[in-house]
């Protein structure tokens, strides 16, 4: 008999995510000690060594990694230079960055600004045409960029979430061109998401009654509310929980991290800790789900193994049209 999972991908259209919490709440009969917890760790800048299949090993395709002057532009070079990805020496960014160089993935990187991208963009893909672009920049700059790639034809990997994502999803659709658009890049979150989705889908009001507590931990930059959160919160009020999203408790302040939450010190600039607890009507039973991510490796991993995806996409001929990371992870060969 076989199975097929088919997971539901309108979160897949959100922001992002997942962790944890502290309740001093006593029941008389508790499950927390069997709660299910997914867990999950990346440092940014450690390299994992895994044993790589020889199909991946040998792609060595040229990547783009725009917006490579932030945190997770960075991570991500330094995930596409383990993988054996080659970085080609330009970037886009903001117009105040334009005109550096900057030294990333054991290259000279140019930045440019939004005057010289079309032109610095065909260019590269005359060069490379096997090009796959990553795009970690700025919300304001996901609509522009997006059309950039449909115009020049250059197959893309948009991981910036904001922007107009109607427009960015329409405009793609339109000009016939491999993507893959996800704000969540983290496969085993998204493996999580799916999950939830799925349990939401057969079994609806399975927990009906139940009250949720929902508490949220980013670094203080993060002044929005977590999109993966959100798409968590959903799967709950299909379950039958009631909940508002303004009920979600937000931590940005660091000594509340670190003493309440327990994000250790060295990732308060960047982690993402989620907690979801339910409790019976009666206080007598509690969940609670859990996913801490410190550091930005696990959605640098994910962005890489997407470029991958999409570059086999691309030389295997596939359908031109959007992928998502659930597309990714029915793939297979997570590395």
């Known amino acids: 008999m076989g199975f097929?999972?088919?997971?539901?991908?309108?979160?897949?259209?959100?922001?992002?995510?997942?962790?944890?919490?502290?309740?001093?709440?006593?029941?008389?009969?508790?499950?927390?000690?069997?709660?299910?917890?997914?867990?999950?760790?990346?440092?940014?800048?450690?390299?994992?060594?895994?044993?790589?299949?020889?199909?991946?090993?040998?792609?060595?395709?040229?990547?783009m990694v725009n917006g490579c002057t932030g945190k997770m532009g960075k991570a991500i070079i330094q995930a596409a230079v383990s993988a054996g990805l080659e970085l080609v020496p330009a970037s886009f960014s903001s117009p105040e960055e334009a005109g550096q160089v900057v030294q990333a993935g054991g290259k000279e990187i140019q930045i440019y600004g939004p005057p010289e991208r079309e032109g610095v963009l065909a260019s590269l893909f005359d060069e490379h045409p096997n090009l796959i672009a990553v795009d970690f920049t700025v919300p304001a700059a996901v609509n522009g960029n997006a059309e950039l790639y449909c115009k020049v034809g250059v197959p893309f990997v948009m991981g910036t979430t904001g922007g107009d994502r109607e427009r960015l999803y329409k405009t793609v659709e339109d000009s016939n061109v491999y993507a893959v658009i996800s704000p969540q890049m983290g496969k085993q979150v998204v493996a999580f998401l799916a999950a939830m989705e799925i349990m939401a889908e057969q079994f609806p009001?399975?927990?009906?009654?139940?009250?949720?507590?929902?508490?949220?931990?980013?670094?203080?930059?993060?002044?929005?509310?977590?999109?993966?959160?959100?798409?968590?919160?959903?799967?709950?009020?299909?379950?039958?929980?009631?909940?508002?999203?303004?009920?979600?408790?937000?931590?940005?302040?660091?000594?509340?991290q670190i003493e309440l939450v327990g994000v250790p010190e060295e990732y308060l600039s960047g982690h993402a800790f989620h907690?979801?607890?339910?409790?019976?009507?009666?206080?007598?039973?509690?969940?609670?789900?859990?996913?801490?991510?410190?550091?930005?490796?696990i959605y640098a991993e994910g962005t890489v193994d997407a470029a991958i995806f999409l570059a086999k996409k691309v030389r295997t001929k596939a359908d031109k049209r959007i992928y998502n990371m659930i597309d990714v992870l029915q793939e297979g060969n997570m590395r």
């Open 4 to 63: 097929v999972l088919k997971a539901p991908t309108n979160f897949l259209r959100q922001e992002n995510l997942v962790s944890f919490s502290r309740s001093s709440r006593r029941n008389c009969l508790t499950l927390r000690k069997q709660r299910l917890t997914v867990s999950m760790s990346s440092v940014a800048n450690t390299a994992t060594s895994i044993v790589k299949p020889e199909t991946e090993k040998n792609l060595g395709f040229p990547i």
């Open 205 to 256: 009001g399975a927990f009906s009654g139940y009250s949720l507590q929902v508490m949220e931990s980013h670094q203080a930059s993060k002044l929005d509310t977590s999109g993966t959160a959100k798409a968590v919160i959903s799967c709950f009020q299909k379950l039958g929980v009631s909940f508002d999203l303004d009920q979600i408790q937000q931590i940005r302040d660091p000594k509340q």
């Open 275 to 297: 907690m979801y607890h339910l409790t019976s009507p009666d206080q007598t039973v509690s969940f609670e789900f859990q996913h801490n991510v410190c550091g930005r490796s």
